[in-house]
């Protein structure tokens, strides 16, 4: 009986999701015809509830905040800055100036909280620089299409807010545990770049300029915005003088600084920047609300708790539980963003995950890598539309040069099982 309600209920979902109804509404619709047909519960007053509860949580206020931020830094000239900060340090590193994707990405991703608004940003600067200067135009966009990712994993992040709301863990603990497993990544990518650039050396343009090192220190000037606040927004978190909240406000102030130096603090961004955050903000609050429903729904109805008695009486090892929840999120994330497959999943899996040992701070990471792969995953790639929007390509075409990024995904997920550590080290100092 419950296997015939779970496929009913799952049919029903992707038949709504089809018919082209917002993601939110169409897991309220589905959250009510489950309660209406197989509870005996009050559908009206439990939705009223559960959708105030989850749309007026005080942790979620650093949401709004956050893509407001990443708004407001989009519309600066802070991207432009960082490559003519980065690229005289990269002359003499095999790839030379391919490194400013995944370079640019990691720092972008630490003021952003968006893999979306990452890789556009930085795509903008660097596809058309690198185009003119001759760089091969497949493995450009495969680095871009992989650093963009960043933006979810490296703090401060939007999926990261949505799973510790979801979850109830600290956001703060894990924004800092983020860190090392995103520089990881980047190295990872970085490694891939050196490597492909050795085997084809005669890919790769010669170096245009010879820097001294005092000429490198001094266009690294253009890096001291980003980099300040950065500090600003992290060190802030980690040393306890703020919370997450908190610092995504602090945040916002300090991108507005920044645009007011740049002279781009106009009325016209101003307003560009708030609709903006305002609109993507809507759009993830009714997700968010509709997921809450959902899991109310699934909760009365049973199905979590049989769906982790089943998976437990599997009898999976750890490792075995971690590969089948990463290939089960990648197959998600081929039809749902990445929001979307966190709301919709944790109500279900954490009580699992949680029987199986596994610290909710790791898993959170862990969960995040695996919705990264999802941006560079066809047919909803997020990272693939924003791609296919700069470069005009096909998603088949963008997808095959994304894939070594894809692996290499997988590679950071397997690194972060064997050494979770990578992990929990940093909460566990900032907790001490």
Known sequence: MDLTITLLLIAVLFLILGSGVWIGLALTGVAWIGMELFTTRPVGDSMAVTIWGSSSSWTLTALP????????????????DMFKGLAPWLERLPGRLLHTNIIGCTIFAAVSGSSAATCATIGKMTLPELKRRGYPEHIAIGTLAGAGTLGLLIPPSIIMIVYGVTANVSIAQLFIAGVIPGLLLAGLFMGYTIVWALLHPDRIPPAEQAFTFLQKLYESRHLIPVVSLIAAVLGSIYTG???????????????????????????????????????LYCMIALILAGAAFLTLSMGYLGLPRHLAEWISSLGLSPLLLIVAL????????????????VVLTMGVLL??????????????????????????????GFNLFVLQGMTKKEITYLARHAFPMFLLMVAAVLLLYFFPGLITWLPEQMAG
């Open 326 to 341: 990463m290939v089960f999120f990648i197959i998600l994330g081929c039809f749902l963003d990445g929001i979307s497959i």
């Open 65 to 80: 905040l956050f893509v407001w931020m990443g708004e407001i830094l989009f519309r600066t000239k802070l991207s432009e």
């Open 351 to 380: 009580p699992t995950v949680e029987a199986a040992g596994f610290d909710l701070i790791w898993f959170g990471i862990f969960v995040v890598l695996v919705v990264e792969m999802a941006q560079v995953t066809p047919p909803v």
């Open 241 to 279: 003088l703020a919370t997450a909240t908190e610092a995504a406000a602090l945040g916002v102030v300090g991108s507005m600084v920044i645009a007011a130096v740049q002279g781009e603090l106009n009325w016209k961004n101003f307003r560009d920047s708030l609709l903006g955050a305002t609109r």
